[in-house]
Every structure is written in C-alpha cells, then in structure tokens.
C-alpha cells in the first residue's frame, strides 16, 4: 500500500469518527436545548406530590412517573428473560456444537436478528391473543407479553456476542483450567466466562438500549397512551419511547411537543444509569471471578 | 544422556496416530519413557511435538477436527492404565500428568489464588490445606522466596520467568506424576531459563518429565533421553545430532 493511500484511508477513518462524534453531540445537544426548559418534578410528577407519587400513594396523571416505571420494569423484565437464555445459547454454540449444527443456528439468529421490530411485536400480539383463547382470559396485550417479544427481539445480540467473545479467547486461556484437570464445564464457569465478560456485556448494554428505545413492538403488545403505573406483569403500562411517538404525532402545541424532548432526556439518562449499572455489575462478577482474595 | 531405553518405564505409547483436519500429523509411533528421568523431545518445527504432547494428557480431545488411534498407557500406583479407557476421565489423568505451555498462562488472580486453582477444582476446601499446598508448591518451583511476601498481588504482575515458574508451581501443587512442558524456556531470557533448568532437573527425583525443547545446548544440559520427531515418527537421536 502506497503512502497516499495510506493517508487517504487514515483520514477517511478520522472523518467518520469526527462525522459520528459530531452526530451525536448534535442530537444530544438539541435534545437537551429543547427539553432543558421543561425538566422538572412536574415534568415527572405533574400535580401529584413527589413521596406520594414514589410511595404509590396517589396515581400521577399528568405527568411522566408511570411512564418511566413502566419502561424501568419494561427493560428489566426482557432482559431477564433473555440474558439467561441468550447467554446458554451462547455458550451452547461456542462451546459445545459441532460445525454443522453451528451453521444452521447461526443461520437462523441471523435471520431473527434481520426481523423487523414490527414483526416481532405482530408476533407478541398473536402470542397474547392465543393465550387469552386457550390458557386465560385474563391475558391480553400487557407488560409480560411486551417483555418476552422484546426479549425475542434482543436475544440475538446476546447470543452473538456470548459466542463471539468465547470463540475469540486465545488458546492457551482456553485449554489452562483444562490442563489443571478442570472438567469442561468447570473451565466454562471458572475461566471462559469470567475471561469473556467483557464481550458478553457489550451484548446485555445492546439489548439494554434496544429495549428501551424499541416503539413498534410494544404499540402491538400492551402499551398505551394512560395507564398508571403497572400493578402487575399482566397489566397494561406506559413507557417512555411510545410516550415520544405520542407526543411528536399527536401534539397540539409548542409546549406539548417540549414535554417530548423533556421524555427523551429522561430516557437517555435511564439507559446511562441502567449501561452503568451492567457496567458496575461486570467489574464486580470480574472481580469476584479472579481478584477476590 | 543417553538414545535408548533404560530403567524403569513410565509411558507407553503403542502405534499413535494423529490427524488434523484431514492431515496425517504423527503416525504410528511407538515409544517408552523413563520414570523420574528428563526425556527432551526435539524436532523441527510443525512435525508434532506439542501435539504428541497433547496426546499424553488428552488436552487434543478439546480441538475440533482432530482424530487419534493407538493406545497410551501410563504407570500409576504400580500399574500401567491404559489412559484412554472410558472409566479413565480427562480430568482425573491432567491432576496426575501436569502440563506447562509455550508462553506463560496464569490466570488474571492473584498469585496464591492462580496456585490453589487446580486445588479448588479438585475439591478440595480446607483453607488450611490449601495454604499449606500453595506454600509447598512455590517452594518446590523456586519462587516461594520471592512472592512470600505478595501472594495478594495479581500474578500478571510478574516478570516472565516468575510467572512459568509459577504455572511450574500450579501444576506441582496437585502432586502430578508426570510433567508434560513444552517448550518452557522459549519466551524467557537466558538468566529465566537458567533458573527454570535448574528447577527441571530438581523435579525429576520425584516426577517423569518430558519436554519439548529446540535448544540443543539446553538439550543436552537437562535431558536424560532424547526424542526425535521428524515427518510425523521418530528417528534416532544420532542421526538428529549429525
């Protein structure tokens, strides 16, 4: 490769990140300028009384607070149900499938992974009405169906990225444990896994944000416009990203349409605090893992 | 050092054949190895030392697309076992054959938790034994002088040589009866190696070692046997040395 090449490809390389950091300050700095005026306890809490809106004494009607517990117990829930399984089908895959069996799943969560949000949330919707015929009237779109078509929607991410950091540990890591007589699932639990946590949670922050953010399943599974806050994992709820969609498409004034960068605020600041919390919990499994003395 | 067979034998290797991907590794070799001798195996590049290696403690069983036929036996308590009997599990045969790597591997903890690794695998809780196991260990590898006083400390922070020394030492605390190194000295400096040649010939009083090595200068100071592996068999010592 000759020098200006070279230069054309570092520079090209610079531009993107520049273009991309750019990007990203833009939208977050409009964000902040246009909702920065409206961030306030009434923004969340609107007529009702802060420590009776947070000890669930009184509902909040005009306000944010149902929506973002909605969307706090919204995100816990589907990652929940898909960290475990994600990272099974992680371990499975790297671990203990044979070449062929490899290539058909990986084949398959490719295809889940490249399925329209839309689709997965048609798929939650029949899901719900198939349980309320044949298991329980009780059931209908709620946070419980919402969750696991989320989950459906994250789990490849999981998995790819679970396999991905196991399959790219260097040989050596992988064969110390054995050599020391560790059994395969020993050196799994013991080494592999500790030594790929890293990897694994770039999946689980992945899945973090994409619950949180995703609109179009949860229009078709269980959220709307006023709810309150969820009772239990069978009710309806409310959730910051379809509170967005609402506002933007739905607003009759300037003021209104600023409670909608006032919400997007929010659920920034509820994925940074929910990416920290992953983040604190992977140095603590590391540490726990490998430095515990 | 001598080329042929002497003494008591440890290992038995009968018409060992090895594949990878299709391709013919080692094929039909035979061999016997001494007890508590240093058989040095040496060879060029890629004709399977490591590998013939890996076949002793069934680390290969772990490598996709890899295939093995022939038999190998070892002497445990006085009788030899055919390791490769389904009543035989890996992990029982790897505490009593030890292995050490090319390049150094503890594991991202601190230095007695990397020694009294192999000792919690096996099941063993006894904070008091293990301490004791531990401190045995790094004595045995030459290092307990020179950790005493940082066992907390994490055992990447060591310098090449201590820390071989110290996968020397997490692989004696288990008490193995083989010791399987390959190419040990290769990533370290001279003064490092010395050290661990120094601790190689101590250990064969009491375990069987086979090493892997390139150097004939070290070859010659350690081993009591040497072992030529060329186009996939063995050949005789005499013939490597011309």
Request: glycine share 6%; aromatic share 10%; charged share 20%.
């Amino acid at each position: 490769m000759n020098k200006t090449t070279e230069n054309i490809i570092a520079g090209f390389s610079w531009l993107s990140t520049i273009l991309l950091l750019g990007a990203i300050i833009s939208i977050t700095g409009y964000l902040c300028i246009k909702g920065y005026s409206v961030l306030d306890f009434r923004l969340i809490f609107g007529d009702t009384k802060v420590f009776d809106a947070l000890l669930l004494r009184k509902q909040v009607f005009n306000g944010l607070f149902p929506a973002i517990a909605g969307t706090l117990v919204l995100v816990i829930t589907s990652v929940v149900w898909a960290i475990p399984v994600g990272i099974a089908t992680g371990i499975y895959l790297a671990e203990y499938a044979n070449t062929a069996v490899k290539g058909i799943f990986n084949l398959l969560f490719d295809i889940l992974a490249g399925i329209p949000s839309i689709v997965i949330g048609l798929f939650g919707f029949a899901l719900a009405v198939f349980l309320h015929k044949h298991v329980s009237q009780a059931i209908k779109p709620c946070l419980l169906i919402s969750s696991i078509a989320l989950a459906f929607l994250v789990l490849p991410y999981i998995i790819r990225t679970t396999q991905v950091a196991l399959e790219g540990l260097p040989e050596d890591i992988r064969l110390s444990a054995l050599a020391l007589g560790a059994t395969k699932l020993q050196n799994i639990a013991f080494v592999l896994l500790p030594k790929s946590l890293s990897g694994i949670m770039s999946g689980v922050i992945l899945a973090i944000g994409r619950c949180a953010e995703d609109t179009a399943v949860i229009m078709l599974t269980g959220v709307v416009a006023t709810a309150g806050i969820p009772r239990s994992l069978l009710s309806a709820y409310e959730a910051l990203p379809f509170h967005i969609y609402f506002v933007s498409s739905q607003y009759t004034t300037p003021e209104e349409l600023q409670t909608g960068y006032g919400a997007s605020i929010i659920l920034l600041a509820i994925c940074v605090v929910l990416f920290s919390i992953a983040f604190f919990i992977k140095r603590r499994l590391t540490y726990m893992a490998f430095y515990r003395t | 050092m001598n080329t042929g067979e002497q003494g008591n034998i440890k290992i038995k290797v009968n018409n060992l054949t090895f594949s990878y991907r299709g391709r013919q590794i080692l094929s039909d070799i035979s061999e016997r190895f001494e007890e508590y001798a240093v058989t040095a195996i040496i060879g060029p590049s890629g004709v399977g030392k490591s590998t013939f290696l890996m076949t002793l403690n069934r680390l290969w069983e772990n490598i996709p697309e890899a295939h093995m036929s022939g038999k190998v036996e070892i002497k445990f308590d006085g009788r030899f076992t055919d390791i490769y009997d389904r009543s035989f599990l890996p992990s029982n045969l790897r505490r009593l054959v030890g292995t050490v790597f090319q390049k150094p591997n503890p594991l991202p903890m601190s230095i007695f938790r990397n020694i009294a690794f192999p000792l919690k695998l096996s099941g063993v809780r006894n904070k008091s034994i293990i301490a004791f196991k531990v401190e045995e260990a790094l004595k045995r590898a030459y290092l307990w002088e020179e950790v005493k006083d940082r066992l907390s400390q994490n055992a990447l922070a060591l310098s090449g040589g201590q820390q071989q020394r110290l996968c020397i030492a997490r692989s004696l605390v288990l008490e193995p009866e083989v010791l399987l190194l390959d190419e040990p000295t290769s990533s370290l400096d001279e003064k490092a190696a010395e050290v661990i040649e120094e601790l190689i010939l101590h250990l064969k009083e009491r375990i069987t070692i086979l090493v892997v090595s390139h150097y004939l200068d070290q070859v010659k100071r350690i081993a009591d046997r040497v072992v030529q592996f060329s186009g996939g068999g063995i050949k005789p010592f005499a013939a490597a040395m011309e």
